[in-house]
Every structure is written in structure tokens, then in C-alpha cells.
């Protein structure tokens, strides 16, 4: 192995996001993310909120849909997960999340500009485009208009969606 490629695998990347549910397109990011990174950081946002039109599941269960899918590993340390809540001050919060989880190299990012501004003064972000209608947005706004979602999510997390009634909890709230 070079030595550019050991550098690259001692890397340390985070992930930040709601995971309102967990979707495909997070799914693409992670394993992108994994094979760049010796340990990914994978950061619950919003970890108080639940129960919520935008926030329908809670910290435990949106970590329970990671581990479901990423369970192998999170066993190997490949991956750490971490319950962040909202403290409402963007200017510290990329110091607020560092204070939680240690440090990292690398910022993964979705289509998210707030990610992107709060992280890119102090650390190197990989930002990546929505693939097709792989949004959690999209996920509930399907599930309240009783749309077909499935196709959205693995097999794994549609089943623990359904098992939680989070279908039917997205439709109450």
C-alpha cells in the first residue's frame, strides 16, 4: 500500500443528518464513505425532536434503521453513532458536534447547503446531489398522501417502518 492510499484509510468521516427516515440516497453515502474512511462517524441529528411533522421518529429508532443496514459495521468499529440534539447556535455548532463525537477529516454531505456552510471553514466536505427522489421529505409527504414509498428505502427499514406504525404516526401528526 502507498502511502497516500494508508493516509486516505486512516481517515476519520462524519455524517450528519435527521435520517427522517433512512434512505436510499443516505445509504449511497455511507458506502461511498466507508470506502474512503477507516471509521465513519455517523451523527443523529435533531436527536430531541420526534414526534414531529418533519421529525416523526426518534433518536433510538432512527439509530435502530442504521443499525439494521450498517449492524456488520457498526460490530467492526467501522462505524460509530452518535445522538446529537440541536443547541440553535450555527456559529458553535460544528464545535458542539466535535465535542460529541471527536474529531474527523472529512465532512460527508448531502444536498444540504446548512451542512455545507456550517462545516467548510474547518474541515474538507464532500457534498453530494439528490439521486432521484431519495428524500425523506419525499418519504413522508408519500406516506401522508398514502403513495407508494417502498421503493425509496431498503427492504429492511420498510419493514421496521411498518413493524413502529411510523406510517401510520406520520399520518396522525
Not at 61 to 84: C, K, P, S, W
Request: charged share 30%.
Amino acid at each position: 500500500m502507498s502511502e497516500e492510499e494508508s493516509k486516505l484509510i486512516q481517515r476519520v468521516g462524519m455524517f450528519l443528518g435527521r435520517f427522517q427516515p433512512l434512505h436510499k440516497g443516505h445509504m449511497k453515502i455511507i458506502q461511498l464513505a466507508l470506502s474512503e474512511v477507516s471509521q465513519l462517524k455517523i451523527v443523529i441529528g435533531s436527536s430531541q425532536a420526534s414526534n414531529e411533522k418533519n421529525n416523526p421518529f426518534t433518536a433510538e429508532e432512527r439509530n435502530q434503521m442504521i443499525t439494521l443496514v450498517f449492524g456488520r459495521e457498526i460490530d467492526a468499529n467501522r462505524i460509530a453513532l452518535y445522538h446529537v440534539p440541536d443547541i440553535n447556535c450555527d456559529d458553535r455548532y460544528a464545535e458542539h458536534l466535535v465535542s460529541v463525537t471527536g474529531k474527523f477529516d472529512i465532512v460527508y454531505a448531502a444536498d444540504n447547503e446548512l451542512t455545507y456552510n456550517l462545516f467548510s471553514k474547518d474541515y474538507q466536505v464532500e457534498k453530494h446531489e439528490r439521486i432521484n427522489d431519495y428524500a425523506s421529505t419525499e418519504i413522508r409527504r408519500r406516506i401522508k398522501a398514502k403513495e407508494s414509498w417502498r421503493e425509496l428505502v431498503d427492504e429492511k427499514i420498510y419493514r421496521y417502518i411498518l413493524a413502529i406504525e411510523g406510517d401510520k404516526r406520520i399520518l396522525e401528526i
